[in-house]
């Protein structure tokens, strides 16, 4: 499986934008980029996906490199309910139900 | 609304005793699956189906045991085999087969040893 590397962590302010990056040097043409996030105690929430164009939809965007090899989740206007881990995650489109791969992830601090 | 419902939300084991944690959905989604995470780790897949009678071991599926006799349901029971089942576990599911697809996961069942 192709993996992904994150930062451990990251902290931002109330009400300012939030970027956080991905590498996925591995990354096969047929993989899919995942975002998803998990508050304590929770099981995780789906944030957003693509393949090759970058994504926008209601919670986040997400920002695709050209050659696949990097992505950058965007929260436009970060909140306090924002703070959980992010999951960066690489779903391969072919068939196969088993399963996606979660590493660690970044824990995002918001301060108030 | 629909959604993955998991119970017990906690649940404690005694030694030598199997348990079944359950997971339910009406999503109407042909593919589930199960994780568990330790804590500060990311979640590890123990098992998944892909439809009805049908299922697939994970990366850690030793010690545990599954069914999925309904579309809507996908238990699983964590055996005395388990010698270390202190963990937080999740059920997912998404629409049908592929990793492309969006998973939905319930809240999570906190199981501990006596």
């Known amino acids: 499986d192709a993996k992904t590397t994150q930062p451990n962590s990251m902290e931002s302010n109330e009400e300012e934008p939030v970027h956080l990056p991905c590498n996925h040097s591995t990354i096969s043409g047929t993989d899919y980029i995942h975002w998803y996030r998990q508050l304590p105690s929770q099981g995780p929430e789906y944030v957003i996906h693509?393949?090759?164009s970058n994504v926008n939809n209601r919670m986040a965007s997400l920002a695709i490199a050209e050659d696949r090899k990097s992505s950058t989740l965007i929260l436009h206007r970060a909140t306090l309910r924002d703070a959980a881990v992010y999951y960066c995650i690489l779903g391969y489109s072919g068939g196969g139900a088993d399963g996606l791969t979660f590493g660690k992830g970044t824990h995002l601090i918001i301060q108030p | 609304d629909g959604g993955i419902t998991q119970s017990p939300k906690y649940l404690f084991r005694k030694e030598g005793q199997n348990v079944t944690l359950s997971c339910e959905q009406n999503?109407?989604?042909?593919?589930m699956y199960w994780y568990r995470q330790d804590p500060g780790q990311g979640l590890r897949l123990i098992y998944y189906s892909q439809i009805v009678n049908d299922f697939q071991k994970g990366d850690i599926a030793e010690g545990y045991s599954v069914s999925r006799e309904k579309k809507e349901s996908f238990p699983l029971t964590v055996t005395s085999a388990q010698k270390n089942p202190t963990a937080f576990y999740l059920c997912?599911?998404?629409?049908?087969?592929?990793?492309?697809?969006?998973?939905?996961f319930g809240d999570g069942t906190r199981l501990s040893i006596l």
């Open positions: 997912a599911s998404s629409r049908d087969r592929g990793r492309a697809q969006p998973q939905h």
């Open positions: 693509g393949l090759t």
């Open positions: 999503l109407n989604h042909d593919a």
